[in-house]
Protein backbone atom coordinates (compact mmCIF):
# COMPACT_ATOMS: atom_id res chain seq x y z
CA UNK A 1 0.00 0.00 0.00
CA UNK A 2 1.09 3.57 -0.37
CA UNK A 3 0.31 5.85 2.49
CA UNK A 4 1.92 8.40 4.71
CA UNK A 5 2.13 7.09 8.74
CA UNK A 6 2.31 10.04 11.30
CA UNK A 7 3.21 8.63 15.02
CA UNK A 8 4.94 10.32 17.38
CA UNK A 9 2.10 12.61 19.04
CA UNK A 10 0.61 11.80 23.22
CA UNK A 11 -0.29 14.11 25.95
CA UNK A 12 2.16 16.77 26.55
CA UNK A 13 2.39 19.71 29.41
CA UNK A 14 2.30 23.33 28.55
CA UNK A 15 5.86 24.16 27.43
CA UNK A 16 6.87 20.67 26.60
CA UNK A 17 8.49 18.59 23.68
CA UNK A 18 6.96 15.82 21.17
CA UNK A 19 9.10 14.47 17.96
CA UNK A 20 6.16 14.08 15.34
CA UNK A 21 7.23 11.42 12.40
CA UNK A 22 6.12 11.55 8.92
CA UNK A 23 7.19 7.76 7.84
CA UNK A 24 6.64 6.42 3.66
CA UNK A 25 4.73 3.06 2.91
CA UNK A 26 5.26 1.84 -0.33
CA UNK A 27 7.01 4.66 -2.19
CA UNK A 28 10.04 6.68 -2.09
CA UNK A 29 10.00 10.14 -0.27
CA UNK A 30 12.78 11.99 -1.75
CA UNK A 31 10.95 13.07 -4.45
CA UNK A 32 8.15 15.10 -2.60
CA UNK A 33 8.42 17.97 -0.78
CA UNK A 34 6.15 16.87 2.47
CA UNK A 35 4.21 19.16 4.82
CA UNK A 36 2.60 19.00 7.94
CA UNK A 37 -0.73 20.04 9.00
CA UNK A 38 -2.74 19.93 11.71
CA UNK A 39 -6.57 20.34 12.52
CA UNK A 40 -8.46 20.76 15.92
CA UNK A 41 -12.12 19.68 16.48
CA UNK A 42 -14.46 22.41 14.79
CA UNK A 43 -11.43 24.01 13.26
CA UNK A 44 -9.85 24.15 9.56
CA UNK A 45 -7.03 22.17 9.04
CA UNK A 46 -4.47 24.29 8.49
CA UNK A 47 -0.71 24.12 7.22
CA UNK A 48 2.01 23.87 10.06
CA UNK A 49 5.06 23.61 7.86
CA UNK A 50 6.41 22.35 5.17
CA UNK A 51 10.10 20.75 3.51
CA UNK A 52 11.28 20.41 0.16
CA UNK A 53 12.69 17.57 -1.38
CA UNK A 54 15.82 17.67 -0.37
CA UNK A 55 15.40 19.58 3.13
CA UNK A 56 17.11 22.72 1.80
CA UNK A 57 13.94 24.98 2.35
CA UNK A 58 11.54 24.76 4.71
CA UNK A 59 8.52 27.13 6.11
CA UNK A 60 6.39 27.61 9.18
CA UNK A 61 2.94 29.37 9.87
CA UNK A 62 3.58 31.66 12.09
CA UNK A 63 1.95 30.48 15.13
CA UNK A 64 4.86 27.48 15.53
CA UNK A 65 7.68 29.90 14.16
CA UNK A 66 11.00 29.35 16.17
CA UNK A 67 9.07 26.53 18.29
CA UNK A 68 8.50 23.95 15.68
CA UNK A 69 11.54 22.25 13.33
CA UNK A 70 10.93 20.04 10.43
CA UNK A 71 13.19 17.83 8.99
CA UNK A 72 13.66 15.00 6.88
CA UNK A 73 16.27 11.97 6.72
CA UNK A 74 15.42 10.61 3.01
CA UNK A 75 17.16 7.45 3.85
CA UNK A 76 14.84 6.55 6.53
CA UNK A 77 12.03 7.37 4.29
CA UNK A 78 10.79 9.66 7.36
CA UNK A 79 10.17 13.28 7.96
CA UNK A 80 10.17 14.63 11.42
CA UNK A 81 8.03 17.46 13.29
CA UNK A 82 10.57 18.74 16.21
CA UNK A 83 7.86 20.64 18.39
CA UNK A 84 9.37 22.60 21.40
CA UNK A 85 7.50 24.98 24.16
CA UNK A 86 3.94 23.52 22.85
CA UNK A 87 0.94 25.33 24.06
CA UNK A 88 -2.73 24.57 24.38
CA UNK A 89 -3.39 26.17 21.45
CA UNK A 90 -1.29 23.69 19.44
CA UNK A 91 -3.69 20.62 20.75
CA UNK A 92 -4.46 19.00 17.69
CA UNK A 93 -4.44 15.76 14.99
CA UNK A 94 -1.41 16.29 13.09
CA UNK A 95 -1.12 15.06 9.91
CA UNK A 96 1.32 15.11 6.83
CA UNK A 97 1.43 15.10 3.08
CA UNK A 98 3.22 15.35 -0.15
CA UNK A 99 3.45 18.85 -1.82
CA UNK A 100 1.22 19.03 -4.27
CA UNK A 101 -1.21 16.45 -1.27
CA UNK A 102 -2.84 13.24 -2.16
CA UNK A 103 -5.93 12.37 -0.54
CA UNK A 104 -5.34 8.68 -0.62
CA UNK A 105 -1.97 9.62 1.33
CA UNK A 106 -4.02 11.23 4.45
CA UNK A 107 -3.16 9.02 7.38
CA UNK A 108 -5.07 8.84 10.33
CA UNK A 109 -2.67 11.15 11.78
CA UNK A 110 -1.16 11.31 15.43
CA UNK A 111 -3.14 13.42 18.13
CA UNK A 112 -1.30 16.33 19.95
CA UNK A 113 -2.73 16.93 23.11
CA UNK A 114 -1.08 19.66 25.51
CA UNK A 115 -2.66 20.80 28.31
CA UNK A 116 -1.45 20.45 32.19
Known amino acids: QLQLVESGGGLVQPGGSLRLSCAASGFTLDYYAITWFRQAPGKEREGVSC????????NYADSVKGRFTISRDNAKNTVYLQMNSLKPEDTAAYYC?????????WGQGTQVTVSS
Open 51 to 58: ISSSGGTT
Open 97 to 105: NTVPKMNSY
